[in-house]
């Protein structure tokens, strides 16, 4: 078991990544060894300590390169749960599951805020794993909305399963080639139903659905961790990076504005060592 699992490789986790690592615990990181898109399509940085007006590809690269000195390794799996089992978290990605003591959320802000309807009927219809759901939907209809190119294999899985699939991709580039899939144009409004999500809404049309699926680069940390406590859409903390669920710590955009690197990087540490603390503590009262 893991002394912590971090989750999300934006600046906030590489920041509790490279404490955790200097405090000798023993931990895994999940994310995109090309980190955050945001880090990269950076122009110009101003306000970082120690690297003044660098371009986000610069900035990217120093951070590798030290991740790289420091022999950190990056675990790149979609995390789809985040699940409190008594003392430690067990965190699902996919068919894979992964226990840890302890969890640091860095997951950054959704680049595409939750269709009304959404998070209502998450577990009622709504998806966000296509591996994990989406044998529930063999032979039937379904709607997909993708925001990243490299979740493509996902849609093609769902293909071959589905009778039909809609899709909203939200990248350039498509290279769909299952027959069952028919393009969408425009972003659907509202995802609506009675005991599970029936129909998806758009300004110039409505269809209806047995499921949907949300294939997001990132996914809302209450949706991720539930019973978590958010506050104006963001996870809610305290001053120790501490959420409400005891081993649970949260660091970066997703504990809300500003949404800035150096901040970012702040939080991730403080969350790092208040991990070891609680990790400390508990060993004390054993």
């Known amino acids: 078991m893991y002394d912590c699992a971090i989750i999300g490789t934006g600046v906030a986790g590489i920041s509790a990544a490279l404490t955790l690592k200097a405090l000798n615990k023993n931990f895994i990181w999940f994310g995109s060894k090309k980190f955050s898109d945001k880090i990269g399509s950076a122009e ?11 371009s986000g590809k610069e900035m990217a690269d120093a951070f590798s390169a030290q991740i790289s000195a420091m ?10 749960g ?17 226990d840890a003591k302890t969890v640091i959320l860095s997951t950054g802000v ?5 269709v009304k309807g959404e998070l209502e009927f998450v577990g009622r219809g709504v998806s966000y794993c ?20 490299s979740l493509e294999h996902e849609i093609e899985y769902l293909a071959s399963l589905a009778e039909k699939v809609y899709v909203t991709a939200l990248y ?47 996914v809302t940390p209450s949706v991720l961790t539930p019973g978590l ?53 508990k060993v004390a009262k054993v």
Request: charged share 25%; proline share 2%.
């Open 110 to 114: 959704e680049s595409v805020k939750p």
């Open 44 to 54: 110009k940085i101003r306000n970082y300590p120690g690297l003044s007006m660098v």
């Open 71 to 80: 022999g950190i390794e990056i675990t790149e799996k979609t995390v789809t």
């Open 172 to 218: 350039k580039n498509v290279s769909l080639r299952a027959e069952n899939i028919q393009l969408l144009s425009g972003m659907p409004t509202e995802i609506v139903g009675g005991k599970k999500a029936e129909k998806v809404i758009f300004r110039d049309k409505e269809l209806t659905i047995d499921g949907v699926f949300m294939l997001k680069a990132a």
């Open 229 to 281: 406590e958010v506050e104006n859409g963001h996870v809610k903390v305290d001053r120790s990076c501490a959420t409400n669920l005891e081993g649970c710590f949260a660091a970066g955009d997703c504990t809300g504005r500003p949404y800035q690197y150096a901040k970012a990087a702040g939080e991730g540490n403080v969350a790092a060592h208040a991990v070891a603390n609680y990790l400390a503590e």
């Open 130 to 149: 296509a591996t994990c759901d989406g044998f529930l939907y063999k032979g039937k209809t379904i709607f997909v909305l993708c925001t990243e190119k």
């Open 82 to 98: 985040v699940y409190k089992m008594g003392d430690f978290y067990s965190v699902l990605c996919n068919q894979d599951m992964f």
